[in-house]
């Protein structure tokens, strides 16, 4: 039976597709800490101290769901004919990259839950 797509354009499409999924969670990255910036400037000059905690928690969300985006690109780019050594990478990578977020959310909710109860 004859392959749909060739191994090395599905590995080139793939390839694409995760610089895509990886620039999606950069620029997810990118924008809530430039967003979360401005809103530090603007509650620093207003001299508003407990809204650096809101913009933590801002920050923290758009972080959360980057490295989601990262770990996606990660997990598209083993999906092809992967080797041990890649698999490897990924598990590494994964552990990592899920233990930030765990700390991360739990950090957003206990943030959330003084600011919500304080």
Known sequence: MPD???EE??????????????AMGAIVIFSGAATAFVRFVVAALRGNGDGFV????????????GLEFQLAGDV?????SPSFAQIGQ???I???RTALNFFLSREIERERSMVGGG
């Open 90 to 92: 990924l598990a590494a």
């Open 4 to 6: 749909l797509l060739p």
């Open 94 to 96: 994964a552990t990592i």
């Open 9 to 22: 354009t599905l590995q080139e499409v793939v390839n694409l597709l995760v610089r895509l999924v990886e």
């Open 76 to 80: 598209l780019r083993t999906a092809v």
């Open 54 to 65: 809101t913009v933590r928690l801002f920050l923290g969300r758009f972080l959360a769901l």
